[in-house]
């Protein structure tokens, strides 16, 4: 199979990269850098919140799978930010998102199982002080998930992850010292917080065969936060 990758540079969709490697697909990663990707990956600077940039001529000729990782966490009181705030949050974590599967749409549609991730928050879901620009981001990228799964079936299968914290290089600043690390540990009911691997199995699942009957979805991985 052929997956493409967005933002698969860091974070878990670095995980990700490596986990459909070590299975034997062909990968392509759209990143502003390459930095440590695998020499067999195929890599494409792009930035998706660039009006100019030229998606389409990056989508390779076959593709069964688009994975949207890129996110943001701006944590920041509601009177403390401006509109703009909202606005860079929406464009990163929705525009880029729609830009990147309305360049691909085409090629997804030529694949007989071709899957769509998407990455939401448990913010979402569960109201959380200081979270106003992401949750509403990933909120109506939760939207976008069902409104294109009943759109795209049955030819595309678009799901949603929505995990909570996760110990990765964009959460580090929360996560950096043991306090914090012990702190946020604490507030899941399974008492730690999600490793990048953990979330990437996922997406990995949602891209295959074993979740062929999937579609519509938005699933919690978060330890228990957003239902116990």
């Known amino acids: 199979m052929t997956y493409l990758i967005v933002g698969g540079s860091s974070g878990i969709g670095r995980a990700l990269v490596d986990q459909l490697q070590q299975a034997g697909h062909t990968l392509h990663v759209w990143a502003r850098d390459r930095r440590d990707l695998p020499a067999t990956v195929t890599f494409t600077s792009l930035d998706v ?54 360049a691909a749409e085409r090629t997804l549609k030529k694949s007989t199982q071709a899957s769509v991730v998407f990455f939401s928050t448990v913010a979402v879901q569960r109201g959380m002080p200081f979270h106003a620009a992401i949750a509403s981001a990933k909120g109506a990228v939760e939207g976008l998930t069902r409104s294109l ?41 399974l008492n730690r917080v999600a490793g990048a691997d953990e979330i990437a199995s996922m997406a990995a699942y949602l891209l295959s065969e074993r979740a062929a009957f999937m579609t519509g979805q938005v699933i919690g991985m978060d330890g228990g936060l957003s239902r116990i």
Not at 51 to 74: E, H, N, Q, R, W
Not at 153 to 167: C, E, G, Q
Request: charged share 25%; hydrophobic share 40%; glycine share 6%.
């Open 149 to 189: 799964a009943a759109e795209y079936a049955p030819t595309i299968r678009v799901n949603a992850i929505a995990p909570s914290l996760t110990d990765t290089p964009l959460a580090e600043k929360l996560l950096g010292s043991d306090d914090k690390r012990e702190a946020s540990a604490k507030r899941h009911p």
């Open 49 to 102: 919140t660039d009006d100019g940039a030229d998606f389409k001529s990056a989508v390779p000729d076959s593709l069964d799978g688009l994975v949207y990782c890129p996110g943001s966490i701006d944590l920041r009181s509601f009177r403390s930010l401006k509109p703009e705030a909202f606005h860079d949050a929406f464009q990163l974590n929705v525009v880029g998102a729609v830009r990147c599967l309305q």
